[in-house]
T-cell receptor
Framework: DTAVSQTPKYLVTQMGNDKSIKCEQN?????MYWYKQDSKKFLKIMFS???????INETVPNRFSPKSPDKAHLNLHINSLELGDSAVYFC????????????????FGEGSRLTVL | GDSVTQMEGPVTLSEEAFLTINCTYT??????LFWYVQYPGEGLQLLLK?????DKGSNKGFEATYRKETTSFHLEKGSVQVSDSAVYFC?????????????FGTGTQLKVEL
């Protein structure tokens, strides 16, 4: 069973289109994240949700809108795609209970490679 | 704010060579420190971690020691293999009221050749 799964794995689309990436985790974690990785492998956090509540919202264009229908799912919708949105988007989850052995550890999905033409 | 600085790559080594990837951090309080590894085409996975000063994290032959006096968490391995070729990320996390945000370094690509 994949712990953190993202779909689709690859996405090729035209500028100006709207697209969504879905993420699901079966680890029972409280917190989920979206990260963007550029072509130089630099990782930047975009959003974080804890129990469906948005807790981290970095400086991201408002064309990006996350949605968490429940604590096991976090989706990312992108409107009016631009060339600069081309990247690999990673979903991750973590257990935030301080007593947990895996506190602070993020579990990542395999990534969704978005190419905007 | 918090930050993590890693040595730039790519680092190219021959198999069985000794590896060091430097990592230093800036953070207030007492962060926990991590090394993540990203193999080609995959997501990141935790390699090792240390939660307090002088702790040593180790896994798969890799080690790193949390040095508060030098604010460092250098990654080492005595004898690398071709299968260690990957991108390595140093990271820190602090418990804050605004959520546990992991701060990553820029990543260091390691290439191991026969």
């Amino acid at each position: 069973d994949t712990a953190v799964s993202q779909t689709p794995k690859y996405l090729v689309t035209q500028m100006g289109n709207d697209k969504s990436i879905k993420c699901e985790q079966n680890l029972g974690h409280d917190t989920m994240y979206w990260y963007k990785q550029d072509s130089k492998k630099f990782l930047k956090i975009m959003f974080s949700y804890n129990n469906k509540e948005l807790i981290i919202n970095e400086t991201v264009p408002n064309r990006f809108s996350p949605k968490s229908p429940d604590k096991a799912h976090l989706n990312l919708h992108i409107n009016s795609l631009e060339l600069g949105d081309s990247a690999v988007y990673f979903c991750a989850s973590s257990q935030d209970r301080l007593a947990g052995a895996t506190w602070g550890e993020l579990f990542f999905g395999e990534g969704s490679r978005l190419t905007v033409l | 704010g918090d930050s993590v600085t890693q040595m730039e790559g790519p680092v190219t080594l021959s198999e069985e060579a000794f590896l060091t990837i430097n990592c230093t951090y800036t953070a207030t309080g007492y962060p926990s420190l991590f090394w993540y590894v990203q193999y080609p085409g995959e997501g990141l996975q935790l390699l090792l971690k240390a939660t307090k000063a002088d702790d040593k994290g180790s896994n798969k032959g890799f080690e790193a020691t949390y040095r508060k006096e030098t604010t460092s968490f250098h990654l080492e391995k005595g004898s690398v293999q071709v299968s260690d070729s990957a991108v390595y990320f140093c990271a820190l996390i602090r418990l804050t009221g605004g959520g546990n945000k992991l701060t990553f370094g820029t990543g260091t690509q390691l290439k191991v050749e026969l």
